[in-house]
């Protein structure tokens, strides 16, 4: 199975996504994620990642244009109030509107505990879905 997350930078919710996903789908799974309009990892997924054990310093944002859509068996976008990136073709499609952790004013712990709540919830959704594909 060939899974791809897409929001609009690919900066934080879609990276936190990829490194739960690889995660939770230890190796049985192809994970990646993509933006429509890439820009760099935020440092603060990159923290909230790090404190469940999961290292996305190596990651880079990465665009949605350079991802090949033939073998994709999933594509789920991740954009609440934004207008998220599509992936052409019948690859089947899951929509999870979480907003974006990044755009929470306040710097330092308020802006990091929206990280960690977001984070919770796609690890939520995932785990989820696991579930869902073994049905």
Known sequence: MRILFLCVANSARSQMAEGLA???FAGKATIESAGSQPSH???YAVAAMKEIGIDLGSHSS????DIAAEGLDLVIT???EEVCPMMPGKTMKIHWPLPDPAAVKEDGEPKLQRFREIRDLIRERILALKEDLKS
């Open 62 to 65: 990465k665009s949605v244009d």
């Open 78 to 80: 991740l954009c609440a």
């Open 22 to 24: 690889r995660q939770i």
């Open 41 to 43: 990892v935020n440092p």
